[in-house]
């Protein structure tokens, strides 16, 4: 073979995977369609979307709240091609930054889309050159995902867009539509919604961020909308049509069937995303997939081919670049013989909007549907001293865990640096801690993480200290 394993996608958890397999000594070679490595997390996901959230945060700030610490501007403007134009320079040195990685653990990069001809054998289209064919003991599917664009939707990459196209837009639009309420939609919509764009999110469910805890979506919705978001919540759209200056979107109220048309600057589409295994050969090389277009893998992560394995967002759970991460160590360690562990109770979740929100662990909602007891601390941002001294009072922590052991199941956090705060609950998790383990640990004063100890303190027995 002319290697002993063999990745196909070069996101998270595609590239992390190619590091551990050659750290444990493994000939290891990584295909990659686009000219870029990194795949949809560096290029068009997780890290451009953060670099305008931040620049977009700033700029509201300065707007909304630099007054009020005493700092006077005048004649503030968005410079919209600098903001994408620093956004392009964060993805440009943190792609080429993995391919110092991969030359760095001597991993053969092939660029190219790569397709299974065979069980060991894969057939590459170069990007530049001849095709070329190699042989592997192995192989590691994380080819990632796309945007779902219901053809009902008219996709045009003009003006109905996905993230894809949102991350490029040069202008500030006067009024943008966001159909769907989940992570990507919130992002995004915030992002030109602190830059002034009018947005109007619609939501089939009846609530945003419907898979996370509803106190954080109340708590999320709340703040939203202080920042000129606006929420069609048990809406449903019918109708999306692109023009050269705009889109028109039919959408209906579910309780009654009430319809508006709304004419906006742009719609984004961010219903979630899809497995991309397009062309891959999965039928060639005998690996199967379920009724969704996900790879079937075992706990093990193997395919119905035991010598392919499948991670991310191509398989069942959470698409979150972290989880593949996790998926791709574990998998090439089990093909080196090790046995590697992955709990995945314990992956969390993040918003990154601002307030950010965190969660790991169950839900009130999930815990009740399963019968299990559980006692609930919450703490509120507004009466945290570092809050207060930011200007940062929005959100909360909550805190539930077992009623008889106290061991902690689930945490739930709205507010500044969530996503920071939530590895030290990830973390106590881990190690099976109690809510009370968590409220004698010291936190330093004044921190945002108080919060978490406060919450803690509630839930052991409604001993938060400082409500």
Request: aromatic share 6%; proline share 3%.
């Amino acid at each position: 073979m002319d290697f002993d394993v063999t990745i196909i996608g070069s996101g998270p958890g595609g590239y992390v995977a190619a590091i551990r397999a050659a750290q444990l000594g493994l000939r290891t070679a990584i295909v990659e369609r686009y000219n870029s490595l990194g795949g949809t997390c560096l290029n068009v996901g997780c890290i451009p979307s953060k670099a305008l959230l931040d620049s977009s945060e700033h700029y509201h700030n300065a707007h909304e709240k630099f007054g009020e610490h005493g700092i006077d501007l005048s004649g503030l403007e968005v410079n919209m091609p600098q903001m994408i134009k620093r956004k392009n320079e964060v993805v440009d040195q943190t792609v080429k930054g993995v391919e110092f990685l991969m030359k760095k653990n001597k991993i053969e990069v092939l660029y190219g889309h790569g397709t299974l001809t065979g069980p060991h054998e894969l057939r590459v289209a170069m990007n530049e050159g001849e095709d070329r064919t190699i042989t592997s003991e192995h192989f590691l599917i994380a080819t990632g995902s796309k945007p779902i664009t219901p053809g009902m939707f008219n996709y045009d990459k003009q003006r109905v867009i996905t993230s894809t196209e949102a991350l490029n837009i040069t202008e500030v639009p006067k009024s943008m539509a966001v159909i769907g309420g989940g992570v990507i939609g919130l992002e995004l919509g915030s992002v030109f919604g602190r830059l002034g764009t009018v947005v109007d999110v619609i939501e089939l469910e009846d609530r945003i961020l419907p898979t996370m805890d509803k106190d954080c979506s109340k708590e999320l919705m709340r703040a939203l909308k202080k920042t000129g978001l606006n929420f069609f919540l048990s809406h449903k759209v019918t109708a999306v049509e692109g023009g050269d200056a705009g889109a028109t979107l039919t959408f209906e109220k579910q309780s009654n069937g009430e319809s508006t048309t709304k004419e906006y600057d742009y719609c984004l589409l961010a219903m979630g995303r899809r497995p991309y295994t397009d062309n891959l050969g999965l039928d060639q090389a005998g690996v199967t997939v379920d009724d969704r277009g996900r790879v079937i893998v075992d706990d093990h992560l193997r395919t119905s081919v035991p010598h392919i394995y499948a991670i991310g967002d191509v398989i069942r759970g959470a698409m979150l670049a972290h989880k593949a991460e996790e998926e791709g160590i574990y998998a090439v360690e089990h093909i080196a013989g090790q046995k590697p562990h992955i709990d995945y109770n314990l992956i969390p979740g993040v918003v990154y909007t601002w307030p950010e929100v965190a969660a790991v662990g169950r839900t009130e909602e999930e815990l009740k549907a399963a019968g299990v007891k559980y006692k609930a601390g919450k703490f509120p941002f507004k009466a945290l001293g570092r809050a207060r001294a930011s200007t940062d009072t929005e959100g909360m922590v909550k805190v539930l865990a077992d009623a008889e052991t106290d061991e902690i199941l689930g945490v739930h956090m709205v507010g500044a640096r969530a996503a920071d705060m939530i590895s030290e609950a990830v973390a106590l998790m881990e190690f099976r801690a109690s809510a009370e383990d968590a409220a004698r640990m010291s936190h330093a004063h004044p921190t945002y993480t108080e919060a978490f100890r406060e919450a803690a303190l509630a839930a052991t027995a409604d001993r938060a200290l400082h409500v």
